[in-house]
């Protein structure tokens, strides 16, 4: 359904019943999958919020199945060739929230009122930013995190965490991992590789992998945690605790 004085851009694929609602603006760079709803004065696949972009660069968003864009949330198109800023399905973007250029966000992913993404952020399935949080480009949010509002990312978040403030971990998102079916021995796992990690002040990479080489997690989810510090480049929100002003 597209509702009077939205824009539909010729180009825009929309996929079957999606809701356009009213002053609603889908730019020609859009691939929308079905069933998305679109609330008013959202304005989904602009130009990107760069000096340097080149207005006639072929690129796009992708926006997953189901998922909802509520009232002036902003979706930049990518920076590159043939390259897309993605969104995943089931996915709830609150008023105001925003995803800049070249994000990758996974699926079941929630954005509170005014959360912000920088560009070339990557985001997990399942990770919930709460109101006016604010992520700095390049970072990486693992899976299942939860990012407290007003919260303040310029470094990675490890899957399965929470952060708050700046740049720091609080623990594990144990709520969630509960809500999503995770039974006693994945906890128990994911709690002892939550401290061989962020025990000391020591380079967390180094811990990750020893921790990872030990053999003695069975669990998928233990073996994500950890692999996750393999990546990045942008150092590690670290509990507050510790005081090591390296993020590696």
Do not use: W
Not at 9 to 19: H, K, R, S, T
Not at 134 to 163: C, K, N, W, Y
Not at 226 to 243: C, M, N, V, Y
């Amino acid at each position: 359904m597209i509702h009077a004085t939205a824009i539909i851009e010729d180009g825009a694929q929309l996929g079957p019943d999606c809701i356009v609602h009213a002053h609603a603006i889908v730019t020609r760079h859009c691939i929308i999958g079905e069933r998305v709803e679109i609330h008013p004065f959202a304005v989904i696949g602009g130009d990107p919020q760069d000096l340097s972009f080149q207005r006639s660069t072929a690129s796009g968003v992708t926006i997953g199945a189901r998922t909802v864009l509520r009232e002036h949330v902003t979706v930049n198109r990518a920076t590159t060739t043939q390259g897309a800023t993605v969104i995943g399905s089931d996915c709830f973007l609150m008023s105001a929230s925003h995803v800049a250029h070249d994000c990758q966000v996974g699926n079941h992913v929630i954005l509170a009122n005014a959360a912000l993404l920088a560009g070339h952020v990557h985001v997990g399935d399942r990770v919930f930013f709460g109101g006016g949080a604010a992520v700095h480009q390049f970072s990486r949010i693992g899976e299942g995190a939860m990012v407290a509002g007003l919260a303040r990312i310029t470094r990675d978040v490890a899957p399965f965490t929470m952060a708050a403030e700046r740049d720091e971990v609080i623990g594990l998102n144990v709520v969630g991992l509960r809500r999503r079916g995770c039974d006693a021995i994945v906890l128990a796992e994911l709690k002892r590789a939550y401290r061989d990690v962020y025990t000391g002040t020591g380079n967390l990479r180094t811990q990750a992998a020893a921790a990872l080489a030990s053999a003695h997690y069975q669990s998928a989810e233990a073996s994500r945690f950890l692999q996750f510090f393999a990546g990045g480049k942008r150092g590690f929100i670290r509990p507050l605790t510790t005081s090591a002003d390296s993020g590696s």
